[in-house]
């Protein structure tokens, strides 16, 4: 049987609590993901599906409910434990890429290795054969501003792989793509989660590249179904 990496049970989250203008975006979200999943969260702007992104991140705490991440229960951990927690298991890829723009690429993928004091050597030999499964090694010594979108995400997405981290979160990766470049990127992701076993949650809009994933859950007015 798989091994169950997120657990949620009754999950809310609310904004001025106790004020005449209390905003609930989640009434109540229950998610099991295991490991190996490649999930996909669709939803329209507004459903809440990045509100959930941020818990199950552990970049915000949910107001109300349980949520466990491995054998952790992330409601009794203190902030300074979730900041090295999310180093360590949770690979992050944002829209809008969000690399270093003085850093070349090498340092780029080499920052999350730096915050969990990896040795430089060590450091810099992993970035590299991470940039090499991204189809990026050529490129090591560029900037991001010398780089197209695609090359950008490649090295996002082989950031995001640096402290080889149990569960990858995707938001809109293809967002700011063309097709045939967004086609590249889902590429990278299937090759992620069939050779390296790791198990993705993709935050999307469009339901095209949902359809690509084993799972698709649908966030509408902060309430998540299974399709």
């Known amino acids: 049987m ?23 975006i989640l009434h109540g979200i229950d998610l099991d993901i295991y490991a190996g ?34 054998e952790l229960n992330i409601n009794d951990a203190k902030d300074s434990e979730l900041s090295k927690i999310r180093n360590k298991k949770i690979g992050f890829v944002f829209q809008s890429f969000n690399l270093i723009p003085r850093s070349n690429a ?8 730096l915050y969990a004091k990896m040795p430089k050597k060590e450091r810099t030999q992993r970035a590299m054969e991470l940039l090499k499964i991204v189809e990026m090694d050529e490129r090591a010594d560029h ?13 996002a997405i082989a950031r995001a792989m640096a ?20 086609r590249t990127v889902m590429d990278l992701f299937h090759k992620l989660n069939k050779e390296e076993k790791k198990t993705i949650i993709l935050i999307t809009h469009n339901y095209e590249l949902a359809e690509e994933t084993s799972r698709i859950l649908t966030m509408k007015d902060g309430l998540l179904e299974e399709v």
């Open 106 to 113: 090498l340092s780029n993928v080499e920052l999350p290795m």
């Open 143 to 155: 900037r991001p501003n010398e780089l197209s979108g695609g090359q950008k995400q490649r090295v």
């Open 37 to 70: 999943d490649f999930i996909s969260i669709v939803g329209q702007s507004g459903s809440g599906k990045s509100t959930l992104m941020n818990i199950i991140g552990l970049l915000d705490r949910p107001t109300t409910g349980e949520y466990t991440l491995g």
């Open 2 to 24: 798989k091994e169950k990496v997120i657990s949620m049970h009754n999950i809310t989250k609310s904004y001025y609590i106790g004020e005449p203008n209390e905003l609930q």
């Open 163 to 182: 402290n080889d981290p149990d569960i990858i979160l995707a938001d809109e990766p293809t967002g700011a793509l063309d097709s045939k470049t967004g």
